[in-house]
């Protein structure tokens, strides 16, 4: 009798944070927040047709951490972590740039471990909150020092 293996892969797990920016400075502040509850997708496409190949959308937990579980290679794929939705209604605008960020679901790179940290993925209030211009004021004194 012949029986077939099939080698045993291990998964990837794809860790990120969405935070909201009351600032709208387009990057994370002392003024940050993270968000709870917002949506976030994992989105594989194929290379040479772009369809759509991998899907799985999870939500951040109360810290606003995300771990997506992957239990299969994606090397001949393009994968990117967006946002999806926040529960909070005042920050519900998706920061450009940071509304998605690519992650490389394969073996084949160097990376010894099965954990692929995303960066952080952003929504921005729609007013710039108070105590900002104290922040910018700050980030503009350290760029003089130099």
Known sequence: MVS???PHLTPFYVKGRVYCDPCRAGFETPATTYIAGAEVTLQCNDRITNNIVYSK???TDSSG???IFVDANQANQ???AR???SPLPDCKEPTPG???S???LNRFNGIATNDRFVNSLGFMKEKVASGCAKIFRRYGELDNEN
């Open 98 to 100: 940071r509304d998605h």
């Open 57 to 59: 959308k999870v939500r």
């Open 102 to 104: 690519r992650v490389i």
């Open 65 to 67: 951490s995300y771990t």
């Open 78 to 80: 393009n994968c990117d």
């Open 4 to 6: 077939a293996i099939r």
């Open 83 to 85: 946002l999806v939705t």
